[in-house]
C-alpha cells in the first residue's frame, strides 16, 4: 500500500531531525522547566504565603498547565516561521517536493503534523518533570498533553500558512512580541482571566491559547467547572484548526504552484 | 510524450507563455532556447505540472496534468533552475529523502542512490553535508536526485548555468550516456552552444512565444548561413563607413554595437573581399552559423540581451 503523501514529508522532518535532536529536545523542554521551576516554586511560594495560592489552589498547581500550554505554543509557532521560510525561499526545498508527486496541500499536512510530534514530546516531557515537582495532583494530568498538542496545531496551521508567502523573516520577530507574547501572558497562564480589566476579559475567549490553558488546568488539577465547557473549548479548538488548515492549504499551493 | 497545443501563461496582466505549440517524442532530447524572460522556466512549469496553463490544451505521458498531476509528477526527473537541495542532510541522505517522496522502498532507493552517487561522481562525498559542496558537485546532486526514481522524462532547466566550463563539460557528458540509453529529455537554456550539442530538435522562444521550431542544423540553415565574417573595428564612424561595402559582400549583414556579422556561404571570398576593399577592420574572425545566429536574425537581438 503507498504511504500517504503527508506522511513522506513527516518522514523527511524524521530523518532532518535525527541528527539534531539532542539540542533540539534539550531548547524546547530547559526553558518551559526553568519557567516552570522560577514562577511554580520561587514566586509560586509567595503567593501561597500572600493569598493561599489562586482560588485556593497551590500556584505551582495553578501555573503548572498554564506552562504547558503556552510553551507547546510557543513551540509550535516558532516551528512554523522560520523553518518554512527555509523551506520555500532559502533551501527551496519546498520547490523540490512539490515537483514529486507529493502535493503543496500534502506538503502542508505533514509539516503541521510533525509539528505537532515535536510539541507532543516536548509536553511529555514537561508533564513528567512537573508530576515529580508535585504540580499535577490528578491522574487526568495525562490528559494535558493531547490538549497542549491541539492548542499548538492551532498556531502551527496558521502560522504556516502566514509564512509561506513571507519575503523575509522580519515580521516574525513583530508576530511573536505584539502577537503571541501577550498571549503568553494574558490568557490564563500566570493568573486567572477573572484578574483582567472587565473589558478585556471576553477579548480572551478568543485566544485560542486560553482554551487550550483552561483544558490542561483541567485535566491536571483534576477538575472542570463543567462538562459542557470541556466540550466547548474543544470545540473552539477543533474549529480554529480546521480554519486554519483550510487557509494553509490554500495558501501553500498558491505560494508553491502558482 | 508531451503534447502542448495554443499553451498560455498569464500572472495577473503579464504574458508569460503566449500561445505556443509543440510535442515531443519518445527518446528525444528537446530543447527550449531563449534569453531570459522568454517564458522557458514558465513552460518547464507547466510540464513539470507543478503550474497550470492558464489556457490550451496540456498531455503529458498521456495524460491531464489538472487531472493527474500527481501520477504525471511520479514519472518525472526535475532539475530545477535553482538549487533546491537540503543543506541540512547529507549527500547520500537528499537522494534517499527525495526517493521517499515518490514512496520508492527503503533497500530499493540506496541501491540506486550508490549507483548515482557513482554516476554523478559523488561517491567519495556521500556523507558530507550538502553545504560545503561546489556550485557544479551541488547541481550533480540535484541530477543525481532526479533519476532516483528512474524518469521517464527527465526536465532540465536551465542546467548548467552558472558552472564553469570544465563542470559544464562534465554535465553534458552525462547527458549525453542518458540520451544513449534513449532517455527522453526536455531542457531549457539560454546557451546555444548546449542547444547544438544535445538537441536533438528545439524551439526557439522569445516574449513568451515560439519564433522558430526544428534541428539545430535545420535551424541554421533555414535561417542563417553556412559560414560567418565577424569583424571589429576601432571607432563606430569607420564601422558605419564599412558597413554599405560588407552590405555587397555578404547574403546579409547584422551590425551589433561591438562588431559586424556577415552571413556568407563562403567566409574565405569575403575576408579577401574585405583585405582588397581597404576596410580596415580591427579583427576579422571566420567561424560557421550557429544557433545564435539564427535568434540574432530572427530577433534582431542576442541571447544575452
Not at chain 1, 514562577?39 to 493569598?51: C, E, I, Q, T, Y
Not at chain 2, 532539475?79 to 541522505?93: A, F, H, R
Not at chain 2, 561522481?121 to 550538502?130: A, E, G, I, S, Y
Request: charged share 20%; net charge negative.
Amino acid at each position: 500500500m503507498a504511504t500517504p503523501t503527508a506522511l513522506r514529508v513527516v518522514e523527511k522532518e524524521w530523518v532532518a531531525w535525527r541528527r539534531l535532536w539532542k539540542a533540539s529536545v534539550f531548547q524546547a523542554t530547559i526553558s518551559p522547566l526553568l519557567f516552570l521551576a522560577a514562577m511554580g516554586l520561587g514566586l509560586g511560594d509567595l503567593v501561597n504565603k500572600g493569598s493561599g495560592g489562586v482560588n485556593g489552589v497551590d500556584y505551582l498547581v495553578f501555573v503548572t498547565p498554564g506552562l504547558m500550554a503556552a510553551s507547546a505554543m510557543m513551540q509550535g509557532a516558532g516551528e512554523s516561521l522560520w523553518p518554512v521560510l527555509g523551506g520555500v525561499k532559502w533551501m527551496r526545498t519546498y520547490h523540490a517536493a512539490v515537483s514529486t508527486p507529493v502535493s503543496a496541500g500534502a506538503l502542508f499536512a505533514g509539516h503541521v503534523i510533525w509539528i505537532s510530534l515535536r510539541v507532543l514530546l516536548s509536553a511529555t516531557v514537561f508533564l513528567i518533570v512537573a508530576v515529580i515537582l508535585g504540580g499535577v495532583p490528578s491522574l487526568w494530568g495525562v490528559l494535558a498533553i493531547p490538549a497542549a498538542v491541539l492548542g499548538a496545531s492551532v498556531f502551527a496551521a496558521a502560522l504556516n500558512g502566514y509564512a509561506v508567502t513571507q519575503e523575509s523573516d522580519i515580521p516574525f520577530a513583530v508576530i511573536l512580541r505584539m502577537g503571541l507574547f501577550p498571549l503568553f501572558l494574558f490568557s490564563g497562564t500566570f493568573f486567572p482571566t477573572s484578574r483582567l480589566p472587565d473589558w478585556l476579559q471576553p477579548v480572551s475567549w478568543f485566544s485560542p491559547l486560553w482554551h487550550a490553558v483552561e483544558l490542561c488546568r483541567a485535566a491536571t488539577t483534576g477538575s472542570a467547572p463543567s462538562a459542557g465547557s470541556i466540550v466547548g473549548h474543544i470545540a473552539f479548538l477543533v474549529a480554529c484548526l480546521a480554519a486554519g488548515c483550510w487557509w494553509g492549504v490554500r495558501r501553500f499551493t498558491q505560494a508553491l504552484t502558482a | 510524450m508531451i503534447q502542448g497545443t495554443n499553451i498560455t501563461k498569464r500572472f495577473g496582466s503579464f504574458v508569460a507563455v503566449d500561445g505556443i505549440d509543440f510535442h515531443v517524442e519518445p527518446g528525444e532530447a528537446f530543447g527550449f532556447l531563449g534569453p531570459n524572460g522568454a517564458g522557458k522556466t514558465s513552460t518547464m512549469r507547466m510540464v513539470g505540472c507543478v503550474s497550470q496553463p492558464t489556457s490550451g490544451e496540456l498531455r503529458i505521458l498521456g495524460m491531464d496534468p489538472a487531472v493527474d498531476g500527481s501520477k504525471i509528477r511520479a514519472r518525472l526527473g526535475v532539475v530545477p533552475q535553482e538549487d533546491s537541495l537540503d543543506s541540512e542532510l547529507t549527500v547520500l541522505d537528499n537522494l534517499i529523502i527525495y526517493g521517499r517522496y515518490f514512496d520508492l522502498p527503503h533497500a530499493e532507493i540506496r541501491r540506486r542512490a550508490e549507483e548515482l552517487l557513482e554516476f554523478m561522481q559523488l561517491t567519495d562525498r556521500r556523507n558530507d553535508l550538502v553545504d560545503p559542496l561546489s556550485g557544479g558537485m551541488k547541481r550533480r546532486l540535484t541530477i543525481g536526485r532526479a533519476l532516483v526514481n528512474q524518469p521517464d522524462l527527465i526536465l532540465l532547466d536551465e542546467p548548467t548555468t552558472g558552472l564553469d566550463p570544465q563542470a559544464r563539460h562534465l554535465l553534458w557528458d552525462r547527458f549525453y550516456q542518458l540520451k544513449r540509453q534513449g532517455t527522453t529529455m526536455v531542457l531549457t537554456t539560454h546557451y546555444m552552444e548546449e542547444a547544438e550539442q544535445l538537441c536533438d530538435r528545439l524551439v526557439i522562444m522569445d516574449g513568451g512565444k515560439i519564433v522558430t521550431e526544428g534541428s539545430p542544423r535545420e535551424l541554421v540553415a533555414r535561417h542563417a548561413t553556412r559560414e560567418v565574417v565577424e569583424l571589429r573595428f576601432t571607432t563606430p564612424e569607420e564601422r558605419d563607413r564599412a558597413l554599405p561595402r560588407l552590405a555587397e559582400f555578404g547574403e546579409r549583414i547584422e551590425a551589433l554595437t561591438d562588431r559586424v556579422l556577415v552571413y556568407t556561404q563562403d567566409a574565405g571570398k569575403v575576408v579577401a573581399l574585405v583585405t582588397d576593399g581597404e576596410l580596415h577592420p580591427e579583427s576579422v574572425y571566420e567561424r560557421r552559423g550557429t544557433l545564435e545566429d539564427v535568434f540574432l536574425i530572427l530577433t534582431g537581438r542576442t541571447l544575452d540581451d
